[in-house]
């Protein structure tokens, strides 16, 4: 995650944390599970009440296409961790942890 100024806050980050083969009873198919992280960054008197807002609308907004416009199997949330920090204006830093199911052939990762 690159270092953001105090303007550029709040943010939302949206970066890849790791992507998994699963095996399947498919011979020429494979299913991936991809754990994709999307961070929030406010800085508030109140940083955790204020972050909901972004929360909820992230969260909506991906469950309202869990197969990713086509491109998923499935879309899960996983996770949602919280960090407040203390300083002149409080900032909290939310992170949401969906995994997305898809599904590739064995031999090429480009092609279902």
């Known amino acids: 995650m690159e270092p953001l100024a105090r303007g550029e806050v709040p943010a939302v980050i949206v970066e890849p944390v790791n992507d998994q083969p ?3 009873n498919f011979y020429d198919k ?6 994709v992280r999307i961070t929030t960054l406010v800085r508030a008197a109140i940083p955790d009440d204020d972050s909901d807002t972004y929360t909820q609308q992230v969260h909506q907004k991906l469950m309202a ?15 949602t961790d919280f ?19 898809y599904r590739t052939s064995r031999t090429s990762l480009t092609s279902a």
């Open 22 to 24: 699963i095996d399947t």
């Open 30 to 35: 494979l299913d991936w599970t991809m754990r």
């Open 65 to 79: 296409d869990q197969t990713v416009n086509g491109y998923a199997l499935d879309l899960t949330p996983d996770r």
């Open 83 to 101: 960090s407040l920090y203390e300083a002149d204006v409080p900032l909290g830093i939310i992170s949401q942890d969906f995994l997305v199911r």
